[in-house]
């Protein structure tokens, strides 16, 4: 379980700008400490607990510690397949869309710390997807997975220039979803 956090990663977890919680970092309302010879803050996983209860802030996403996906593909085997491979991971708390306007309304309510997104939708494809999250400060954090069976090396380059951080061909093994998803997170590796 992360004990120290960005104030990326806080304001994420509070529901606030990253503004915010730079504001009450300087002005001594949340406490913590800088990364020594950088300008980075860092907030301990304790003070941020008690700063979201004195403020009324649900401190569900801090307890629960685990990280938010949103796994995106028309294949309904597929979706299921990794939706269970996340959750018996146990780091993962998951919601999966079948269609492009479904993952567009839920990327927006959700706010997925990562997106694993298939690059073949029926009614919108990876790429726009991608820009549009892109487009979004608000989803500045967002880490994007495409996956896909093709194979051209041209469309993954566009699609990481549209903002996908990796992209896995299809078929792979879930584990090798999983491993790429803690690593884009920083989560630590599994015990198991």
């Known amino acids: 379980m992360k004990t120290v956090f960005t104030t990326g990663e806080a304001a994420k977890i509070c529901k606030v700008s990253q503004q915010t919680i730079i504001r009450c970092f300087d002005s001594g309302q949340l406490k913590g400490f800088r990364v020594p010879g950088s300008r980075f803050r860092r907030i301990p996983r304790d003070i941020l607990y008690r700063f979201m209860k004195e403020n009324g802030i649900p401190t569900d996403?801090?307890?629960?510690g685990r990280r938010k996906a949103l796994v995106v593909d028309d294949d309904v085997e597929l979706v299921e397949l990794i939706r269970d491979a996340l959750e018996a991971d146990g780091r993962f708390e998951v919601r999966v869309a079948n269609n492009g306007f479904d993952a567009g309304m839920m990327v927006k309510e959700y706010r997925p710390d990562i997106i694993v997104l298939d690059v073949m939708l029926p009614d919108i494809n990876g790429k726009e997807v991608c820009q549009r999250v892109r487009n979004d400060p608000a989803l500045d954090d967002v880490r994007i997975i495409c996956i896909s069976g093709m194979v051209e090396a041209d469309k993954i380059d566009d699609l990481k220039?549209?903002?996908a951080n990796e992209f896995l061909q299809k078929p792979f093994e879930v584990e090798t979803l999983v491993?790429?998803?803690?690593r884009l997170l920083?989560?630590?590796p599994s015990d198991n």
């Open 186 to 188: 920083d989560v630590e």
């Open 179 to 182: 491993d790429r998803m803690c």
């Open 61 to 64: 996403a801090l307890e629960s």
């Open 161 to 163: 220039k549209s903002g």
